[in-house]
């Protein structure tokens, strides 16, 4: 896994190969490593991810963000029509970083 530091969030991303075998291994890292962080997960390298495959992600999703914090996901593969709204995902890192800002405004109002 490829790991940087945003302006406010971590960017994680799969270095290796398959979205099957990252998406467990993400689950566990993001538990060990990153409770308490804004997490920015990088699917743009999977062009041709399916909608039931970023589904995988929303109880990681919600968990994250029931912790007010914030889990935005990068890839442009999926119709964004298709994808629930409980699962942010973005097709730019820019545009991940404005929603985590906005978010980060949000919750230092008290929403």
Sequence with gaps: MKIDVGNNCVILSDDRGAYADFVPFLQQQIIKHYQGKNVVID?????HITLD???ELLILSNAHRSAKNSFVIINSAVDPDEIPEELVVVPTLQEAEDIIEMEEIERDLGF
């Excluded at 699917?43 to 062009?47: D, I, R």
């Design 53 to 55: 495959e970023l589904l």
């Design 43 to 47: 699917l743009l390298k999977y062009t």
